[in-house]
Structures are given as C-alpha cells and as structure tokens.
C-alpha cells in the first residue's frame, strides 16, 4: 500500500486522512486488470486465508488458488457461517475442486472469545454451501489448530505474509494474543468486515465483527498494517447474470463451481435491478484487494469496536472528523491507530480480475 505505514501505527494524529489508492495511483473505472500481466511486473505474494467457509468465502478461495500472483500457503478455519466442522468439509472440498488437494487446512475456534456460536445457514443454506450436494472431501485436515498452523506457515514463510481473514476474527485474535512475535513477519492484515455506513447482522454492524466484536477490537488495536473490506464496497462487486451462467456451463470445475455459487448469492438490492442472476463477490472481494491494491480507494482513519451490550454491540465506528473533536481535546479520549478503510471500489477492475483468474486453463 502506497501510504507510510509508520504513520498508520501512531494513531489518529499521525497525518491528514485523505483519500489515498492502495499500492498505486487512482486509476479510472474503464481500466481492466488482467491477472497474468499484472503477475509478470509483481512478485508472488504469499497469503493466508481464514475463512468460515460458505458460498462466498468458497468463491474466495477459488481465486486465491487460481491466481498467479498469490501463494496460498495455507487455510484456517473458523466458526461463523456454519460450524466449525462444515467451514473446515467446505474448505477442503472447495480446495479439491480447484485443483490444490495439498494446501494445508487446520480447524480453529468452534464459538466467539465470550458468546455461544451463531450462524449464517439461513445465507449459505444447511451446509454452508448453498446446498450444492457437494461430494465430500477425500482428506482430512491437519493434525494442528488454527493457530499453531498461522504460527508456522508466517514464520517460515521467507517473504511477509499477507492475511485475508473473510470471517470472525477469533483465531487471528488468539494468534495475536498467544503468538505476537508474528506480527514482524506479516506484510499486512487485509479483513471482510465492519461497515462505515449499515450493518446487515444489526442495523449498524457487519456479521464478521457483530459474531465475535472482542476478537475485532484485538486485531484493530494489533501493531501491524490493517486494511477493513467492509460492507461499503463487499456488497457493490457483483458479476452479471451473463457471467454466471457462463460459469456455470464451464467444463473447468473450479469455474463451474464459482458459477453455481454465484448463482446462489444474489446481489444486493438495488445494485443490479434488472439483472436477477447476477452473483455478489462477497469475501472474493477481500482476495481481489490483495491481488490488485489499485482497484480499490482505501483512507487512513481511526476505527474502533463498540463492545458494550445493546443494539450497538459489534459496530465498527470509524471517525471520519477531518480533525480531533473536544473528547481529544480535552484528553478524554486515547489516540487510535489507524486503518486504511475501503471507501470506494473499481467494481468492473474487479469483476473482470475474478472471471479471468478463475476461468485461467
């Protein structure tokens, strides 16, 4: 990302928020990202997912495997979706169906730091996966937890690792807090969650933060570069109905898959309303951030989690103020790191990266 990171470690004071483009210079919504050109110039960048794998976290996957210029070193998984046991049979049967049978997948935390798991089948249908009647894996997953596989997989890796987490923040929570040695080897933690705007598990919080918010104030308070995906621009990335019938009539599996996936994730309303077929990309989004920086128009700004119970409870408040407020003033309130926000997305940049990666031979 093209702003000084040592600035997004001081706090709220450090610098001016202003809009900034991630890892380039703004580029007009009619420029088209083709995935293996924009290999050839940048070097492989070595990624980890953590997910709660249903549909969308699956069509993440899809591109994270089948794009060149990301090494998926490996998945951990979560509750969220579905149960930890589904998101961790999801996973390694998404892995299998595009071709990476050996990335390896450990299972993670089955419930919140404080709160009982929740889910989300009423979205991603009783198996997380919008009810495909997927084959099951052939594999198990490995013999360590979530958090002993994060561990290793960034400290071995001889290049920063980047962090897609596309699902509560729980095991990268107890990463953090158990391992903080890791941070010196992660490049930067790009999450799908918060809002700056509407929630959609409450009217003011995101699913991912309102499933686990004690987890999210962990990982926004962490010493290390944090980019927030969050519903401002997940819900805006939609593939048109054209699309995903194309998709689904590939005989490549890893496309067909992301076609039938597609297919049960409808778009936000309002967004295509003409287009009944088109599929939102969802937590795929996250993974496009990584893979081109430049489509997405990102801010440095303080971002904090409302903990406290009641109707407010997992809100991502983000101060948007263009300079402190009398809380700051007067000392009442403690300066925040900061947390480059996604406010603005080049949709089409978007949507044309996903369909050549994941049609690539």
């Not at 979205?123 to 198990?140: E, I, Q």
């Not at 010493?223 to 519903?231: E, F, R, S």
């Not at 998709?247 to 967004?271: F, I, N, W």
Request: net charge negative; charged share 25%; hydrophobic share 40%.
């Amino acid at each position: 990302m093209a702003t000084d990171d040592n600035a997004a470690r001081r706090g709220a004071g450090a610098r001016e928020p202003g809009l900034i483009q991630t890892r380039g210079p703004r580029v007009e919504a009619s420029v088209r990202s083709d995935a293996r050109q924009e290999a050839a110039v940048q070097p492989v960048v070595p990624v980890i997912i953590d997910c709660d794998t249903g549909v969308d976290d699956a069509l993440a996957l899809l591109l994270a495997v089948r794009h060149p210029g990301l090494d998926l070193r490996a998945v951990t998984c979560v509750a969220g979706n579905t149960d930890v046991d589904g998101v961790v049979r999801n996973t390694l049967t998404v892995l299998e169906r595009a071709g990476a049978p050996d990335i390896p997948v450990a299972r993670g935390a089955e419930r919140p730091l404080l709160e009982p798991a929740r889910s989300a089948r009423h979205v991603h249908g009783s198996d997380g996966m919008g009810d495909l009647g997927l084959p099951a894996p052939t594999r198990a997953p490995a013999a360590v937890d979530a958090v002993t596989l994060l561990r290793r997989e960034i400290l071995a890796s001889p290049r920063p690792v980047t962090l897609i987490p596309t699902a509560p923040l729980t095991n990268i929570a107890l990463l953090l807090r158990t391992h903080p040695e890791v941070t010196r080897n992660i490049e930067r933690i790009v999450f799908m969650g918060g809002a700056v705007g509407v929630g959609n598990a409450t009217p003011v919080a995101e699913f991912n933060v309102w499933h686990d918010p004690e987890a999210a104030a962990i990982l926004l308070g962490a010493d290390v570069p944090i980019t927030m995906y969050g519903l401002d621009v997940f819900t805006r990335v939609v593939v048109p109905g054209t699309e995903v019938r194309r998709l689904r009539a590939s005989a490549e599996p890893g496309a067909k898959l992301a076609g039938d996936l597609l297919a049960h994730r409808p778009s936000a309303p309002g967004t295509t309303p003409d287009d009944e077929e088109a599929g939102g990309l969802g937590d795929a989004g996250a993974v496009c951030a990584v893979a081109d920086p430049a489509g997405l128009t990102t801010r440095p700004l303080p971002v904090e989690v409302s903990l406290a119970p009641g109707p407010a409870r997992g809100q991502t408040i983000v101060d948007r103020r263009p300079r402190p407020g009398e809380a700051e003033i007067h000392g009442g309130a403690r300066a925040r790191p900061l947390v480059e926000v996604a406010l603005d997305v080049d949709v089409d940049r978007y949507v044309d990266l996903y369909l050549k990666t994941v049609e690539r031979p």
